[in-house]
């Protein structure tokens, strides 16, 4: 790719805090590129999941080079793309869409964002059994990197029973069996477990509150949460006071940012840059 103007967004709900734009305009000053991000909020401009195929194909008319994806479309955006990376199609989800001569290409940056956040975040902490809440479209990629990190058995757990056993379903075909099980069962599967992830919104701007019970997280059980506005969710907040080795949703959040930037532009991005930018942002 030659290009040096480049037009991207972000389609999701409630994403009027998001950090995304910030990182990706920086990043794009900082290598000479005339990159421009602006937000598609589904809450303000009264769209759902419905109305995708017709806010993707705005896009392609208001000629943008792509666009990050996220809750609650990370799924649904599947079938109106017409092409998918191999990991894309393995996690049947998708957070950024290259719009390119004509063409609809999606790709998964959230499974390589997570898995390198937790290898830094959280170096040689026990994976002998992790629960993760949440089974959607980020559930499906944090789970895939928990997975590829090391972590032995992964326990799924969502309120949509169907949703948590196709999250399971797909690991497995990837994992095997014996990798990842569906829990029904929360107190006693997190009494079991050594850590605690949490990949639903809860937590986010516009949907407080905590993921699991405020009883069931304990001292020494390590927690993650892939929410990253508020940086500080009521999650991780609970989790600090309680001792817990603590792995907040910034580092994800970094990560996939750096993927995405380098399938929309072709340029590799800086890493440290974008983490020291991200640090500068949420001081």
Known sequence: MSGTSFALGLVGGGIARSLTPAMQEREGREQGLALTYRLVDAEQHGFGVTDLAEVLTWAERFGLDGLNVTHPF????????DDLSEAAADLGAVNTVV??????VGHNTDTTGYAAAL??????????RVVMVGAGGAGVAVGYGLLAEGVARLGVHDVDADR?????????????????EVVA???????????LVNATPVGMHGHAGLPVPEALVRADLWVSDVVYFPLETELVALAR????????????????AVGAFELFTGRAADADRMHRHFRELTA
């Open 74 to 81: 990370k799924q649904a955006v599947v079938p109106l793309l």
């Open 99 to 104: 719009l390119r001569e004509g063409r609809r």
């Open 119 to 128: 290898a830094a975040g959280l170096p040689g902490v026990p994976r002998e």
């Open 164 to 180: 948590a056993h196709a999250c399971v379903v797909r690991l497995a075909k990837r994992f095997g069996d014996d990798a990842v």
């Open 185 to 195: 069962d929360l107190p006693a599967a997190l009494a079991a477990a050594d850590g």
């Open 241 to 256: 006071s309680r001792g817990c080795q603590v792995l907040p949703g910034g580092a994800m959040a970094v990560q996939q």
